[in-house]
T-cell receptor, first 116, second 112 residues
Framework: GAVVSQHPSRVICKSGTSVKIECRSL??????MFWYRQFPKKSLMLMAT?????????EQGVEKDKFLINHASLTLSTLTVTSAHPEDSSFYIC????????????FGAGSRLTVL | GEDVEQSLFLSVREGDSSVINCTYT??????LYWYKQEPGAGLQLLTY?????DMKQDQRLTVLLNKKDKHLSLRIADTQTGDSAIYFC????????????FGKGTRLSVIA
């Protein structure tokens, strides 16, 4: 079945630095990928829709300059958390839909970001 | 906007059946999903159902959909300790590039 690989799975960084998280669709092409953020004991919050070859669509309240999304190819989307602060510490999960298959959303394993 | 509601906690004994319930508000929901999340992991698709179906069974999992009441349930037969996880209900109004709307998740605890 469809597989989405997310890297890194865990990252610890200092305040003020930037962190890049990669999301790859391994065996299918994804023109659209979705980035979610999950707070402890909370549901998934959609951050943005990443569109291959064009600008990402951000949800209300999500700072586009803070969370940079690049979808340069049909199999790779990246999320860069810029000038990270402790409140950015969270679990970030990407997902992609294989529109040629069963039309379900496949998720990456998630990336745990801790900002010191 | 669309809303998906779930109870937050469910505790069952090993071997019993678990029933996780979900309600949604979007009457145009076309696809409804159940995802499982184990601690520290991403979401794993368990099963999904199209809105023109009433029931779908897959081994120990049974999904029931009452479209009139906008109610979805997931029944896990012979619940095992490995079933302990958070279960998310999700819906989307159509196919293509529409993101899913998730409930807050139900934490299932299985007591040995």
């Amino acid at each position: 079945g469809a597989v989405v690989s997310q890297h890194p799975s865990r990252v610890i960084c200092k305040s003020g630095t930037s962190v890049k998280i990669e999301c790859r669709s391994l065996d299918f092409q994804a023109t659209t990928m979705f980035w979610y953020r999950q707070f402890p004991k909370k549901s998934l919050m959609l951050m943005a829709t990443s569109n291959e070859g064009s600008k990402a669509t951000y949800e209300q309240g999500v700072e586009k300059d803070k969370f940079l999304i690049n979808h340069a190819s049909l199999t790779l989307s990246t999320l860069t958390v810029t000038s990270a602060h402790p409140e950015d510490s969270s679990f970030y999960i990407c997902s992609a839909r294989d529109v040629t298959g069963a039309n379900v959303l496949t998720f990456g394993a998630g990336s745990r970001l801790t900002v010191l | 906007g669309e809303d998906v509601e779930q109870s937050l906690f469910l505790s069952v004994r090993e071997g019993d059946s678990s029933v996780i319930n979900c309600t949604y508000t979007d009457s145009s929901s076309t696809y409804l999903y159940w995802y499982k999340q184990e601690p520290g992991a991403g979401l794993q698709l368990l099963t999904y159902i199209f809105s023109n179906m009433d029931m779908k069974q897959d081994q120990r999992l049974t999904v029931l959909l009452n479209k009139k009441d906008k109610h979805l349930s997931l029944r896990i037969a012979d619940t095992q300790t490995g079933d302990s996880a958070i279960y998310f209900c999700a819906e989307t109004p159509n196919s293509g590039n529409t993101p899913l709307v998730f409930g807050k998740g139900t934490r299932l605890s299985v007591i040995a």
